[in-house]
Nanobody, 121 residues
Framework: QVQLVESGGGLVQPGGSLRLSCAAS????????MGWYRQAPGKQRELVAI???????NYADIVKGRFTISRDNAKNTVYLQMNSLKPEDTAVYFC???????????????WGQGTQVTVSS
């Protein structure tokens, strides 16, 4: 099994910044793409940003220019730097990783437990 543990959420004022981290551990053979999703109350989970093992990134239009995703492959960790936060960014943020547990294992998606981000004055 692969475990993902997020950290760094909290309460921040509009215009503020937060940095989320997600560390993968357990039986890891290879991690392919890693990403961040979020889910606000009453809404579906949506993609925020994704990064491949080679470092290519993709962002949801609503966070482009404000959020930056990065990863440290040596630490099996992905980060999300969130700047210029808005109240509408309030949500539970989930880490996702496409990973394999062994050479003959198929890749599958793993999820963290989520971390709450609240943007409010």
């Amino acid at each position: 099994q692969v475990q993902l543990v997020e950290s760094g959420g909290g309460l921040v004022q509009p215009g503020g910044s937060l940095r989320l981290s997600c560390a993968a551990s357990g039986r890891i053979f290879r991690i392919n793409a890693m990403g961040w999703y979020r889910q606000a109350p009453g809404k579906q989970r949506e993609l925020v940003a994704i990064i491949t093992s080679g470092g290519s990134t993709n962002y949801a239009d609503i966070v482009k220019g404000r959020f930056t995703i990065s990863r440290d492959n040596a630490k099996n960790t992905v980060y999300l730097q969130m700047n210029s936060l808005k109240p509408e960014d309030t949500a539970v943020y989930f880490c996702n990783a496409d990973a394999t547990e062994g050479r003959l294992y198929p890749s599958r998606a793993y999820w963290g437990q989520g971390t709450q981000v609240t943007v409010s004055s």
